[in-house]
């Protein structure tokens, strides 16, 4: 084997040997785990196994609408799939990121590393597009005494405008990249970081191996000289770098902590852990990525009173996902909350589980802290339940396209009676080299008891008189993108309706085109153009069935 290494890997091997001399020694065990040793001898190395054969290539989590790099893009995707592509094929995030991702493993030089981490996206969380739920303005509702006013929240609106000023996006595609943005940025941190340690172990020349079952390799010392070696990065201490293989030989199990600024007011810390099963070929796989991110807030919004630090509340962002490959198809389902709480000791072998309420390795949505008084904290006590922002994501699509079905729904605070959710089908059409986004919005029941079907729409969310049953009805907006285009077009758009209880207005004044102003009699005597489906005895969800729709098996 050539041990010629990347410029993020060269410093790996000088490192390597001081570093396995003064392991012969053992590791010694902790945190409840087998006692594995650094990989010293043939006893403690597996035998040969390639990266795409102990990583989850191909598996990126992001939106089917978002839009990867342009000129470099194509080039990367193509080699890494092997597939012919149109021009805009490839530009999905979808393909695009797992691509790169898979060229990191591999120690491609054409491929900055540098350019791509960045450990701050560990703490990001979605948000909401202009277009969706703003602020809206209001007079005489007749859900209330008929001349109610006042100013209803921002959130709750869904697909108001047609088109999203900022992006330049229809509404549909501008808010599911919005939302997903947190999810697919922590994802995408995790997935790289691993494949850097994975290709740390490839390109040492045969000093570093994969261990043997119930071995594991300790890459600490020379993954903290790559990661130090980037300028992204400079600051930040690498605590563990490690990659154990468990007693069967049948997952690996990577796991990356580090902190920066520990023990001060801007202190952060992350963790990285992804559990991977291989399966006959490197096209089939299954297992759980988790990455965790902990920092310190001045604000009480989603703090715990009982977790602070220096008067600052302990916050934390979990994300898992769990996912599998067959071929050319990827399924995930991601699920990301806000946590109170930090790791007791930065030294210790598992951070996440400390704040966050996890089942079969996936955070529990039921596990919830309560909602307590807008902006105030609570107290959290001994319970690891998320605080807010809770959001799941389910995906199954084609790694070669990105096409695909998916499904986002999200809960601001653990006191709201439903979620809002985007359900979402994804083509690719290889002919024309567009691909079109079919989406569907509507309010599902809350994260910890969905089973992911939308129930309908609520028009009236905040104002007075409002009615939480939803209605039959729910929001539908198709868009197209052609070939290197970077802006989707609506093709078709229902959207529009009245912030009433019957979703339409008679004497209710609200302000239509949410330009922060009320003009006389704007709103009045609006007919809803909602979506519903094609008779009463069918529900949304299986109106949303009826025209392709199917729900990501992993949501």
């Known amino acids: ?59 990126v989590v992001a939106s089917p609408a978002e839009l990867g790099s342009t000129a470099v893009a194509a080039a990367t995707t193509a080699r890494a799939l092997a597939v012919p592509l149109g021009a805009g094929a490839g530009r999905a995030e979808l393909t695009d990121m797992g691509a790169r991702i898979e060229a990191v493993l591999a120690g491609d030089t054409g491929v900055s590393l540098g350019g791509l981490l960045s450990l701050g996206d560990l703490f990001l969380h979605g948000s909401n597009a202009g277009c969706y739920g703003p602020q809206l303005l209001y007079a005489n509702h007749e859900d209330g005494s008929g001349t109610a006013s006042g100013l209803l929240p921002g959130g709750d609106l869904g697909l108001w405008l047609p088109t999203d000023t900022a992006s330049g ?33 490839t390109r040492s020349g045969g000093v570093l191996a994969l261990p043997a079952a119930g071995f594991r390799t300790d890459l600490t010392t020379p993954f903290s000289t790559v990661l130090a070696a980037l300028p992204a990065l ?10 154990s293989l468990d007693p069967f030989g049948k997952t690996y199990t990577y796991r990356l902590a580090v902190s920066r600024d520990a023990g001060t007011s801007a202190g952060r810390s992350g963790e990285i852990v ?29 703090g715990c009173s009982d977790r602070m630090t220096s008067g600052r509340y302990q916050r934390a962002r979990v994300t898992t996902v769990r996912y599998s490959r067959q071929a050319d198809q990827i399924d995930f389902g991601a699920r990301s909350g806000q946590y109170c709480g930090a790791p007791a000791d930065l030294a210790d072998t598992d951070y996440a589980s400390q704040v966050a309420s996890l089942a079969t390795n996936e955070l529990d949505p039921a ?3 309560p909602a307590g008084a807008p902006g105030s904290a609570v107290v959290a006590g001994t319970s690891t339940g998320w605080r807010g922002n809770f959001d799941r994501f389910g995906g199954r699509y084609d790694r070669t396209t990105g096409a695909g079905q998916f499904l986002y729904a999200w809960q601001a605070g653990t006191g709201d009676r439903h979620a809002r959710a985007l359900a979402v089908s994804s083509t690719y059409d290889s002919a024309a080299d567009s691909r079109t986004v079919q989406g569907y919005f509507a309010f599902t029941d809350t994260l910890a008891t969905t089973d992911g079907s939308l129930l309908g729409m609520v028009c009236n969310w905040a104002g007075p008189g409002a009615v939480h049953t939803p209605a039959a009805r729910f929001q539908s907006q198709t868009a197209t993108l052609a070939g290197l285009a970077s802006t989707f077009v609506a093709t078709a758009s229902h959207l529009g309706y009245a912030p009433t209880n019957a979703c339409a207005s008679t004497t209710t004044v609200f302000d239509a085109n949410a ?26 969800q299986g109106e949303l069935v009826s025209r392709g729709y199917r729900q990501p098996g992993y949501f």
């Open 169 to 201: 996006q229809p509404c549909v595609v501008a808010q599911l990249n919005a939302r997903t943005a947190g999810v697919k940025h922590a994802t995408r941190q995790g997935l790289l970081l691993m494949a850097a340690m994975r290709a740390t172990i």
């Open 367 to 369: 596990e919830q802290l």
């Open 1 to 59: 084997m050539s041990s010629s290494l990347p410029s993020f890997a060269r410093p790996v091997l000088a490192l390597a040997f001081p570093l396995l001399l003064s392991a012969c020694g053992g590791g010694g065990s902790s945190g409840g785990e087998l006692a594995l040793a650094l990989v010293t001898s043939p006893t403690t190395a597996q035998a040969s196994v390639s990266a795409s054969e102990s990583f989850p290539t191909g598996l």
């Open 274 to 302: 992804l559990q991977h099963r291989p399966g006959a070929t490197a096209a089939a796989y299954s297992g759980v990525l988790r990455v965790a991110g902990f920092d310190l807030a001045s604000g009480a919004t989603f």
């Open 234 to 243: 400079t600051g930040w201490t690498v605590h563990a770098a490690t990659v």
């Open 515 to 540: 330009d922060g102003t009320l003009a006389d009699g704007e709103g009045q005597g609006t007919l809803h153009t909602l979506d519903a489906p094609a008779s009463p005895a069918v529900s949304v």
